[in-house]
């Protein structure tokens, strides 16, 4: 886009295109179903949105790719399960909204795209989506495309000191901040029954704290948790998984 006025101009530019008409303001059947199953499960608004984001990891997929259009219809996306980051937050934003729970996309630009220079309202700046909302009083940020952070944490990538909410006549800059560490526990626990026939049960918590959870606990997810439990069974050992998140 050429370069405009002002970011509020650009937001609201932005909001009214067809690409984000197509996940904005939207209500589904499908998406409806969704919520009904976090509000079965969850008492607090911040539980509902860690369910969400567990919901999503289970059911989508994320393409690995930035992008602040999506590239797929809805109901494209919720046919295949996987999309881009654009796709992936507004259909995570969409969800807190059927929950009653105010929401709104955060465009921004990843470490590797570079900082916004806010004095430059150019939509090329942007190369990715974020979720602002506010959960039992408190406004938190979060990226569906890194669902084992918890409410309120951003990735790496995600993090790159401003933003920009697309809402209308809310629009605004939107800080995001960045944090220093996370921490990944693992224990295991074996069992045994009174014929001392062992039975597994694999427990793991990443406890985090946003901006360096991201590689490892992808990878633990992908693979090593996986492997190890699949070693276990080849022995002849009863597992089961446990993942708290």
């Not at 650009?10 to 969704?34: D, E, I, V």
């Not at 911040?46 to 590239?71: H, M, V």
């Not at 797929?72 to 919720?78: P, R």
């Not at 430059?120 to 909302?133: E, F, G, M, W």
Request: with cysteine; aromatic share 10%; proline share 4%.
């Amino acid at each position: 886009l050429s370069l405009m006025r002002d970011w509020e101009e650009l937001a609201n530019q932005l909001a009214q295109s067809k690409s984000w008409q197509g996940y904005s303001n939207r209500h589904s059947p499908y998406t409806a179903l969704l919520a009904d199953w976090v509000l079965a499960d969850s008492s607090s608004q911040q539980d509902q949105s860690r369910q969400l984001l567990q919901l999503l990891w289970r059911r989508f997929s994320w393409t690995g790719a930035y992008n602040i259009f999506p590239q797929k219809s809805l109901k494209e996306l919720v046919r295949s399960r996987h999309g881009n980051s654009f796709e992936q937050n507004m259909l995570y934003c969409m969800l807190l909204r059927e929950l009653g729970i105010s929401a709104w996309p955060v465009i921004t630009s990843t470490r590797d795209n570079g900082k916004l220079v806010r004095e430059l309202p150019l939509l090329s700046q942007c190369n990715h989506v974020v979720v602002q909302y506010i959960a039992d009083g408190d406004t938190l940020l979060s990226d569906a495309t890194a669902p084992w952070l918890a409410p309120g944490e951003l990735p790496m990538e995600s993090a790159s000191s401003w933003g920009y909410r697309i809402a209308t006549d809310e629009a605004a800059w939107v800080a995001l901040p960045a944090k220093a560490r996370s921490e990944i526990r693992w224990q295991l626990q074996l069992r045994f029954d009174s014929t001392l026939h062992p039975q597994v049960i694999a427990q793991r918590w990443l406890k985090r704290y946003g901006l360096r959870g991201q590689d490892p606990s992808r990878a633990l997810l992908q693979a090593d948790e996986y492997k190890v439990l699949q070693q276990l069974e080849q022995r002849g050992f009863e597992v089961s998984a446990v993942s708290l998140l």
